[in-house]
């Protein structure tokens, strides 16, 4: 396997993946989906993390005929339910508004009080070979929701969410530090091993 796409136009996440199967042994090249300006986006039409990963896996093995990988991942609040959940990215109404995102759900808790604001990040990886494989891995990362926003590292909801045994939120960790106990490290990592041991000679 000589190339292996990630199915994301996100720039912030396409470094951070990169990071997290490169220290997992991945020696694939690894290219965004920017690579390939002609495919079009996949509409997240699945109800959980899994299926969307899944979904956009399969659309980029099918437009590229390389093996690719995708991810769908979000932050989920004990007392809303597990939402904003899979519409994490579009909470505000706009996709991929993570300053609108972050105050419309900041402003939604205002009330709640420090003991009940209770959260994790969720996230689920998928793997799509062109000869049909599939493999789905899940990772999260629990914690508690600040009430402003502190670090300016990371995106999305990291700014506001205080890992569980941690004093910072995510956006204050450094790459590498959010990298060994995130959701998506977590996902990724387990998925590196699949690849591993999908892609071996032996196989």
Known sequence: MERL???TRN???VTELRAILGAAGVTTELVGADA???VEDVKETGVTFAENALLKARA???ATGLAAVADDSGLCVDVLGGAPGIFSARWAGRHGDDRANLELLLAQLADVPDEHRGAHFA???ALVLPDGTERVTEGRLSGTLRRAPAGDGGFGYDPILQP???SRTCGELSPAEKNAISHRGRAF???AAELAEL?????
């Open 60 to 62: 980029l093995v099918e």
């Open 199 to 203: 892609t071996s000679p032996s196989r």
């Open 123 to 125: 996230c689920a990886a």
């Open 36 to 38: 390939f300006p002609e």
């Open 5 to 7: 796409v990630l199915a």
């Open 189 to 191: 990592r387990a998925l």
């Open 164 to 166: 569980a045994g941690e």
């Open 11 to 13: 720039a912030h996440k």
